[in-house]
């Protein structure tokens, strides 16, 4: 079992930056597929990001929502997968949740993932 925490959330104004961060716990997940989903009140959940791999071989991928001003990335000495946001948006406003797959491939689909944190609020003020 996988156990994932995610930190690093809270209230920015519009343009500023966060770095959301999620620690894993239980097993390695450096040969992981780890991914950032959002989901807003009454929205479901989104994809926002997500790496695979490690090193010479990491993979990331991103929303068109974010592209340009989000960098997932992680630090396997930490186990740990990272989410910097920046030029924040009041609509980036959501709960931001980590979720990790035991895979090399990229899903962006919530359904594909088998482990999930708790979630952090991310809130955008205008």
């Known amino acids: 079992q996988v156990q994932l925490v995610e930190s690093g959330g809270g209230l920015v104004q519009a343009g500023g930056s966060l770095r959301l961060s999620c620690a894993a716990s239980?097993?390695?997940?450096?040969?992981?597929?780890m991914a950032w989903f959002r989901q807003a009140p009454g929205k479901e959940r989104d994809f926002v990001a997500t790496?695979?791999?490690?090193?010479?071989?990491?993979?990331?991928y991103y929303a068109n929502s974010v592209k340009g001003r989000s960098t997932i990335s992680r630090d396997n000495a930490k186990n740990t997968v990272y989410l910097q946001m920046n030029s924040l948006k009041p609509e980036d406003t959501a709960v931001y949740y980590c979720?990790?797959?035991?895979?090399?491939?990229?899903?962006?689909?919530?359904?594909?993932?088998?482990?999930w944190g708790q979630g952090t609020q991310v809130t955008v003020s205008s």
């Open positions: 979720a990790a797959r035991n895979s090399m491939a990229v899903f962006t689909s919530p359904s594909r993932y088998d482990y």
């Open positions: 790496i695979t791999g490690s090193g010479s071989s990491t993979y990331t």
């Open positions: 239980g097993r390695t997940v450096s040969n992981y597929a």
